[in-house]
């Protein structure tokens, strides 16, 4: 079992920053890649970024050039900085991690959502 832990959300006025954080906790798992979804009310859950053990990134283009997502292996955390906020950018965001556990099963879990909200 993983658990992953959020923190970092709140409000901001457009053009200002926040940066969230996840830290994933648990035993007899190997975290693969984690990253971050959102989910703005009324509409699916889409990925913001997400990066591999390895420091391979992918991000959606809406945040390309805005966020930037890094990871700290040691520590089983990632981070994520957004920065340029829009209103747009108004979501739950819900964290995750691809895990195999030590007999090679395949699992992924999430954190229970930060709210980050944009507004003047």
Known sequence: QVQLVE??????????SLRLS????????????????RQ?????????????SDGSTRY???????F???RDNAE???YLEMNSLKSE????????ANCVSSIGSFY???GQGTQVTVSS
Do not use: E
């Open 22 to 37: 996840c830290a994933a906790s648990g035993s007899h798992f190997s975290i693969y890649a984690m990253g971050w979804y």
């Open 40 to 52: 703005a009310p009324g509409k699916q859950r889409d990925l913001v970024a997400s990066i591999t």
């Open 68 to 70: 930037t997502i890094s």
């Open 108 to 110: 992924v879990y999430w």
């Open 60 to 66: 959606a283009d809406s945040v390309k050039g805005r």
């Open 7 to 16: 923190s970092g959300g709140g409000s901001v006025q457009p053009g200002g």
């Open 89 to 96: 950018d108004t979501a739950v965001y819900f964290c995750y």
């Open 76 to 78: 089983n955390t990632v």
